[in-house]
Structures are given as C-alpha cells and as structure tokens.
C-alpha cells in the first residue's frame, strides 16, 4: 500500500518537478531538518528517498509528503508511522474512487 502513497505524491508536481536540497524541504514543509530525515529513515517518504539521506536532492512530492504528516501530526495529533497509514489509506481511498468512476462510466451511469 505504501507505493500508492508515494504515487500520488508524484502525480501532484508532475508537470514541474523541482529538486530541493534538505534545508530547503525543511523550511517549505515548516518544519525541521531532523524530523524530515527522522521520516527518511521510518520510510515514510520512500524507499528511494530513505538513501538519499542530508545531502541529497527532494522533489516537489516528497514537500507534499512531508506537509500532510506535519499536518496531521501536528493539527490531529497522529504519530508519524499513524500519519503514514492516514495516508495510505487515503490513497487506497482514492484509487478506489477512480476505479468506480470508471466502472459507472462503463456502464453508461
């Protein structure tokens, strides 16, 4: 399920994907450069993203990423490995959405 997470990540900025560096995430996401690479290494953000690590490159999904599980952790109280299940699950939501909408249209609804 993970993977759907991360996919809609990608499709947000897919029509201009920036590359940001570590301080610049942080600061955009209004948070701190210890908890992005603390989400690094839970895999919140990523397989990919785990390796990159301080001195890597961020795109513009891995942004929306980190601010939906500021939010929520900050607006909702939920724990970071929560968030990433919220997210998850919206996700899997979503697809599920796409899924019947194109099954209603199919069927002429």
Request: charged share 35%; hydrophobic share 40%; proline share 0%.
């Amino acid at each position: 399920m993970k993977g759907k997470r991360f996919q809609l990540a990608r499709e947000v900025r897919e029509e201009v994907e920036r590359s940001l560096a570590l301080g610049e995430l942080a600061r955009l996401a209004e948070t701190t450069e210890r908890l992005v690479l603390e989400y690094c290494e839970m895999g919140l953000l990523g397989e990919e993203v785990r390796e990159i690590g301080a001195e890597g490159r961020f795109g513009e999904g891995t942004l929306f990423l980190v601010r939906r599980i500021e939010q929520l952790r900050i607006e909702y109280g939920v724990s970071a490995s929560g968030a990433g299940l919220v997210l998850d699950l919206a996700a899997r939501v979503e697809e599920l959405e796409n899924e019947i909408r194109s099954l209603r249209e199919a069927l002429g609804r």
